[in-house]
């Protein structure tokens, strides 16, 4: 069982700057891949981007590419989302997903509980 608990949501300007954290029960990163998705109001959930590797290879969605980057602090079993140059349309409730190295992330295998971030002057 894999438990992951997010952190570091909140009200930002356009334009501002935020970075969401995510802990990771056990010794999540030997087996699993941590990445981000996000449902914004009246829409589906989306994948935002991660880490595909053990490599650590990153991957990201066009919407964010460029302006999202999403670390890892083994030492701590964390992973990050900082996000930069926000938009309204960012806003969104953002999860924290696992999935097990080598499988696809169209179904993680665990979710954490999901952060808000809006974006609003």
């Known amino acids: 069982q894999v438990q992951l608990v997010e952190s570091g949501g909140g009200l930002v300007q356009p334009g501002g700057s935020l970075r969401l954290s995510c802990a990771a029960s056990g010794r999540t990163f030997s087996t699993y891949a941590l990445g981000w998705f996000r449902q914004a109001p009246g829409k589906e959930r989306e994948f935002v981007g991660a880490i595909m590797s053990s490599a650590g290879d990153t991957y990201y969605a066009d919407s964010v590419k460029g302006r999202f980057t999403v670390s890892t602090d083994n030492t701590k079993n964390t992973v990050y989302l900082q996000m930069i140059s926000l938009k309204p349309e960012d806003t969104a409730v953002y999860y924290c997903?696992?999935?097990?190295?080598?499988?696809?992330?169209?179904?993680?295998?665990?979710w954490g509980q999901g952060t808000q971030v809006t974006v609003s002057s």
């Open positions: 997903a696992a999935v097990k190295y080598g499988r696809s992330w169209s179904s993680p295998d665990y």
